[in-house]
């Protein structure tokens, strides 16, 4: 059975960091692109950051160049984002998927078939 599963997310004031972590079981990221979404209220999901650890190519938001950062560790089988000088605009839930996408610079969510359930990341101003 596929499973993504985050970890992570929680309350952080504005300017503090926090990481995420993605665990895959079922399946090898290595052989996925993988991804960070997020989905604020009111707000369409939207694409974060994407890579490919195969392919070689890492993409990020306009909106988190320069303080968030993905990441694969193919010892455990996760995907991170560690994300710093965080905003009250960067508060969503915050998804991780894979699947075998294509490089675009903004992430686009088509094809990314698997999803984990989503984690809270609130930030306080």
């Known amino acids: 059975e596929v499973q993504l599963v985050e970890s992570g997310g929680g309350l952080v004031q504005t300017g503090g960091s926090l990481r995420l972590s993605c665990a895959a079981s079922g399946f090898i990221y290595d052989d996925y692109s993988v991804a960070w979404f997020r989905q604020a209220p009111g707000k369409e999901r939207e694409g974060v950051s994407c890579?490919?650890?195969?392919?070689?190519?890492?993409n990020y938001a306009d909106s988190v160049k320069g303080r968030f950062t993905i990441s694969y560790d193919n010892a455990t089988n996760t995907v991170s984002l560690q994300m710093n000088s965080l905003k009250p605009k960067d508060a969503a839930v915050y998804y991780c998927?894979?699947?075998?996408?294509?490089?675009?610079?903004?992430?686009?969510?088509?094809?990314?078939?698997?999803w984990g359930q989503g984690t809270q990341v609130t930030v306080s101003s």
């Open positions: 890579m490919s650890n195969t392919d070689g190519w890492i």
């Open positions: 998927a894979a699947g075998y996408a294509n490089s675009e610079s903004n992430c686009p969510p088509w094809g990314y078939d698997f």
